[in-house]
């Protein structure tokens, strides 16, 4: 039961920030925005003190490089794919060991993923496991819709644009608290954001 648990959660999670292909540009300021959301809206969040918090902060810094590798890992195999994809014939050996090599860098990443939330939830309750799902749901939409306000990267840089214009960021962040939090402990505090900072 344990591990279905872990895989429904991962796999929502994931599906929050499916289709950002931008993202991948910006990863500081949406690091940052991350940090100061969780830093000041955990605890009310999730009804857990400080030093809760902290704890949970301590196991994200620590996936946090591991994770960052494994993407740009990711991009160096997709921007190799898109160089050899240009050729009009294009070497079958190549283009498999890209595509092996990309789906093992995804793989290293949803494992990263489940083995940090393993350690997340392992220091939660059964009730506070849940608002944090929630919590993290909200924060995954909010962060899609900040790397849309961002617009996509110049073409010299990234995975270059998809297609397709952003969705500008319409206002304020409103996500439903979960039960038992109050609305505003879900809302990250005045100022936090500034794609400019």
Do not use: C
């Not at 830093?39 to 591991?66: C, M």
């Not at 939830?121 to 496991?129: E, G, K, R, S």
């Amino acid at each position: 039961m344990r591990w279905f648990t872990l895989s429904l959660i991962l796999g929502l999670l994931l599906a929050g920030v499916a289709g950002t292909a931008w993202s991948f540009d910006h990863p500081e300021t949406l690091n940052r925005f991350q940090e100061d959301v969780k830093r000041t809206r955990l605890g009310p969040a999730l009804g857990v003190d400080q030093r809760k918090v902290d704890q949970l902060l301590r196991i994200d810094q620590k996936y946090k490089p591991l994770k960052e590798q494994a993407r740009r890992d990711a991009i160096t195999a997709f921007r190799q794919l898109q160089q050899v994809m240009r050729n009009p014939s294009p070497p079958e050996d190549q283009v498999r060991a890209i595509l092996a090599t990309m789906m093992q860098k995804k793989q290293q990443s949803l494992d990263l993923q489940q083995r940090q939330l393993e350690e997340e939830m392992a220091i939660l309750t059964p009730v506070q496991q849940a608002r944090y799902l929630m919590f993290l749901m909200n924060l995954r939409r909010q962060m899609v819709k900040e790397a849309r306000s961002l617009g996509p990267p110049p073409r010299s840089g990234g995975l270059g644009t998809v297609g397709t214009k952003p969705v500008g960021n319409t206002g304020a962040w409103q996500p439903a608290s979960p039960s038992g939090a109050p609305a505003e402990a879900m809302r990250p505090p005045a100022g936090t954001f500034s794609p400019a900072r």
